[in-house]
T-cell receptor
Framework: EAGVTQFPSHSVIEKGQTVTLRCDPISGHDNLYWYRRVMGKEIKFLLHFVKESKQDESGMPNNRFLAERTGGTYSTLKVQPAELEDSGVYFC???????????FGPGTRLLVL | KNEVEQSPQNLTAQEGEFITINCSYSVGISALHWLQQHPGGGIVSLFMLSSGKKKHGRLIATINIQEKHSSLHITASHPRDSAVYICAVRSHSNYQLIWGAGTKLIIKP
């Protein structure tokens, strides 16, 4: 069974540009989560989808971040325009149910110059 | 003060030593996770606990709900155990994971 995959693995962009990160959850997992670790800090929750609906987006830092999960399969996280402080590692996880183990993707390393 | 505190931040030990990593939390939780992050960056879930103790191979995780404390133990440690070990709790009020800062473990041969 394929695990959670994320694309790209690395992205280097300039301040002001747009970047879109993609997460493909494990097939059949209704729950999809986005997290990020910025330099030197703990991993923080960004948002949680149940199927295509945003269950909790309280962790989204500001309106430059837009997450979608059309059709309830893969999800995208767009940062527009990117700022220097957005640099970090963005992780995606999925789980069958909300109370079950979350399975993590390898992360996308974003560097904004 | 973070809602999830881990200790120690860094731990270096010799191969074969018994390792203990601690996690304390200050919020009401429905579950606690121990996760492992290798130098390549990927995160692997080791345990999800809501009470008692779980064992998987050389890894043992315990939780004391009353004391809001959990420990991760590694027996007969090996250099391949070198990684960052992270404690994360799932809040009662929602399903967010609140993460500790991680413990960087290095096992020397």
């Amino acid at each position: 069974e394929a695990g959670v995959t994320q694309f790209p693995s690395h992205s280097v962009i300039e301040k002001g540009q747009t970047v879109t990160l993609r997460c493909d959850p494990i097939s059949g997992h209704d729950n999809l989560y986005w997290y990020r670790r910025v330099m030197g800090k703990e991993i923080k929750f960004l948002l949680h989808f149940v199927k295509e609906s945003k269950q909790d987006e309280s962790g989204m830092p500001n309106n430059r971040f837009l997450a979608e999960r059309t059709g309830g399969t893969y999800s995208t996280l767009k940062v527009q325009p990117a700022e220097l402080e957005d640099s970090g590692v963005y992780f995606c996880a999925s789980s069958p149910g909300t109370r079950e183990t979350q399975y993590f993707g390898p992360g996308t390393r974003l560097l904004v110059l | 003060k973070n809602e999830v505190e881990q200790s120690p931040q860094n731990l270096t030990a010799q191969e074969g030593e018994f390792i203990t990593i601690n996690c304390s939390y200050s919020v009401g939780i429905s579950a606690l996770h121990w996760l492992q992050q290798h130098p390549g960056g990927g995160i692997v879930s080791l345990f999800m606990l809501s009470s008692g103790k779980k064992k998987h191979g050389r890894l043992i995780a315990t939780i004391n709900i009353q004391e809001k404390h959990s420990s991760l133990h590694i027996t007969a440690s090996h250099p391949r155990d070198s990684a960052v070990y992270i404690c994360a709790v799932r809040s009662h009020s929602n399903y967010q994971l609140i993460w500790g800062a991680g413990t960087k473990l290095i096992i020397k041969p």
